[in-house]
């Protein structure tokens, strides 16, 4: 059973564009979501993460947003460029105690193709 | 600081071997957590260590174990090597809530 669901799989966007990738989840116990970039024979590298105490967090060109309601969380990529090309991942761990367990559930990724 | 290191980077086995993995993770970081990564299945957490204790364990058989030395460096092991064990395993070491991955070893089983 996927933990995290992870929209759309594959995703094209223009050189400017603005690239979206959403991921829903469905237990509450989640409380740490990260994002991952993952190029082509190499290891995920973390883009941002969000709480779900924070609506909208911002690092340069990533957004990420949080709806704890509807228990979705959204990467958006603005100013997208070719060399953002590459599988993205969304994850959600679990943090008790203040003692983050080492385990990220994660989506099944969306390979972003951007053309110049 | 030098990243998450992982050895080999490339390995050829056939079924029914069994292989080692290794993975030195950044220093001063005491978790390290495994994670196979295939096409079909995507990223699967395979274990974690803190302390040279294992903390969390994900749903793999016994085939795949592991272990943590003094030092944070790790180790697993598949042992009975079938098909479906090809994938890239990639290993991470934590510092707060932050994993920081290696490049992975691509395992192929022929």
């Known amino acids: 059973q996927q933990q995290v669901k992870q929209s759309p799989q594959s995703l094209i966007v223009q050189k400017g564009g603005i690239s979206i990738i959403n991921c829903a989840y469905e237990?509450?116990?989640?409380?740490?979501f990260p994002w991952y970039q993952q190029f082509p024979g190499k290891g995920p590298a973390l883009l941002i993460a969000?709480?779900?105490?924070?609506s909208e967090k911002k690092e340069g060109r990533f957004t990420s947003s949080f709806n704890k309601s509807a228990k979705q969380f959204s990467l958006h990529i603005m100013d997208s460029q070719p060399g953002d090309s590459a599988t993205y991942f969304c994850?959600?761990?679990?943090?008790?105690?203040?003692?983050?367990?080492?385990?990220?559930?994660f989506g099944r990724g969306t390979q972003l193709t951007v053309w110049p | 600081k030098a990243g998450v290191t992982q050895t080999p980077r490339y390995l050829i086995k056939t079924r029914g071997q069994q292989v080692t993995l290794s993975c030195s993770p950044i220093?001063?970081?005491?978790?390290v957590s495994w994670y196979q990564q295939t096409p079909g299945q995507g990223l699967q957490f395979l274990f974690e260590y803190f302390s040279e204790t294992q903390r969390n364990k994900g749903n793999f058989p016994g085939r795949f174990s592991g272990r943590q030395f003094s030092n944070s460096r790790s180790e697993m092991n598949v042992s009975t090597l079938e098909l479906g064990d090809s994938a890239l395993y990639l290993c991470?070491?934590?510092?707060?809530?932050?994993?920081?991955f290696g490049p992975g070893t691509r395992l192929l089983v022929l």
């Open positions: 220093s001063g970081h005491r978790s």
């Open positions: 237990n509450t116990a989640f409380d740490y």
């Open positions: 994850a959600a761990s679990i943090d008790r105690g203040g003692s983050t367990l080492g385990r990220l559930y």
């Open positions: 991470a070491s934590m510092r707060r809530e932050t994993q920081y």
């Open positions: 969000i709480r779900p105490d924070v």
